[in-house]
Each structure stands twice: as C-alpha cells, then as structure tokens.
C-alpha cells in the first residue's frame, strides 16, 4: 500500500515522499474508519507488551529460567537505570508503571524497522499526546496531594534562597516551563523523532527504488545505491534513535513524578 | 527601490535550519562534557549519562518547537 502510495505521487520525475506517507484510511473496505493501520500497530504493539509480561511472571521460580530471565532484566532496567534515580527511595513503588510506558513506547516506536508494518506508532501525535496528558495529569494529582495546590506553586515560582529581584525573571519563566512547555515538549519530542526518522527512511528507500528499479540510467545509478545504502545505515540508526526516545520519555515522566514528590530537590 | 534580497521556497525549512543552531550547539556541549566528566569519573558514569540525557532533552526542546511551528502556521 505504501509503494502504491509513493509511485502514484510520481511522474516522470522524481518526487520526495512527503507527509502522505503518514496518511492511511481503513483496512478493508466497509472496516470501521478507526481501525487503520496505526490503530492496528498501536493495538499489536500493547498486545506483545501484555503477553511478554503475563509469560515472563506467569509462573515466577526463585532461580529464573527462560522468559522470566528476560523479563527480570528489563524491570530491573528501568528499576536501576529510570526509577531510583530520577525518584528516589520511594521509586520503587512507581517501577511498574514506568516499565509499562518504557516497553509500550519501545515496542510502539520499533514497529518502525519491523518489515511489512514499517510505521512507528508515535509518528501520529495522537498517541504521543495521550501518554503524555497522562502524565501530566499525574503530576497535577501527585503534586496537589504531596505539597498541596498553594504550597505546590509556591515551591515551583519562589523556591527559598534567590535575591528577591530575581523572582520576577524565575516565576513566569518557571510557571511556563513546568505547566505550558512540559506535556508539549514530552509528547512532541517523542512524536517529531518517530515522523523525522520514518520520513528520513522513506526518502533514501524510494531513492533507492526509483534510481535502481524504476528509471535505471548510467549517471542514476550510482546515486540509487548511496540511497540503498543509506536506507540501512539509517534503518540501523533508527533501531538505536527510537530506543533512545522511549527511554527519555519514561526518564522525564519518572522526573515529573519524582519532582511531584520531592519538591525540595 | 526594489527587493533587496528575497527567499523563496519553502520558508519552513530555512526556519527549522535556523532553529537548530543553538540546540546542535548545546547538544554538542553537553555531551561533550558529559563524555569529560566520564573520564575523569568512571565510577559515576550512571549519575551522569541519566543528567546528561535530561539536559539533552531539555536544550532538545527548542529545536523541537521550530520543527512544529512551520506545521501550526501552515
């Protein structure tokens, strides 16, 4: 569908893919108009997510063996690496909830490299958003039950020990930051690299296509295998890039979290 | 007098070029220095590679912000 989509855009000459490669309607003719082939990677995404948890703590032992050995390392992952840092003591108690958004990112985004589907889920800034206003919605509850909602602003516009006239620059400025910049930067940051990335590897592959499959000429081809080329190196870059993204975002709302509760540092 | 210098195309892209000057800067900067203070603290390296990540998302930011407003003025 996608290949379809990409050469009706072409003519004679060759035309970089665009944002139409984002734009998929139904499955199948008469599918519902939700059920499109985001909302199935999405869908698949939390399914693999689900399944490989329930297999890996279905029947815990005390020496692990097999799934659970893989499983053990990924929670104590986020546990190490994610939660005691960014939390602290009480971390602990937040590690399932980060290990479910780090693994449902990760598996979301590295729908982007697997064959066939090649469409990482957050490259629709829906599904960025969702998780997102979760967490900021988490923040605001945790934040108004720990330092209450007078002593929460307080604590964010006039932390003790600045020169009274810096306060004029630090409160607005620390006002937008935490209640406007946050949930738009958390849930742009993961959806503009998602749509970058995928875009970057649709253009070298339909470079590749179009300069070695469909009009091979002499001075042409040499520049269709840079794009084949590139269209690998890139793809093994992505695998990294969209690693690296699910693991800022359950970095900064475990930062979120911990600030919520810990406003002192 | 007529134009003295005119851009045309897509003013987008020119727009998103100029944004990312300052956080490819900063971005340079901070694991540069992140990459510093590994060196002379290796048994630290887990304290710093998690600041530096959150340093690099936070000057990543403005970047993103010129990505995004092409596509909110358009």
Known sequence: MSARHL????????HAPGTEIFEWGPLWDGAPSWVTKPTLIVTLSVIIVVGFFWAASRRPQLVPRGVQNVGEIGYLFVRDQ?????IGKDGDKWVPFLVSTFFFVLIMNWMGVVPVLQLPGPSHIAFAVVLAIFVYLLMWGLSIRSQ???GWFRNMMFPPGLPKALYVLYAPIELLSVLVLRPFTHSVRLFANMFAGHLLIAFFASVAWWFLAEKVTLFGAPVGLVGFLMTIVMTGFEIFIQALQAFIFALLAASYIGGALHPDH | MGTLAEVTGDLGSVAYGLAAIGPGIGVGIIFGQGVQAIARQPELTNVIRTNMLLGFALTEALALIGFVVPFVHS
């Open chain 1, 148 to 150: 209450g909602l007078v």
């Open chain 1, 82 to 86: 994610i939660a005691r840092p960014m």
């Open chain 1, 7 to 14: 050469l009706a855009a072409q003519g004679e000459e060759f």
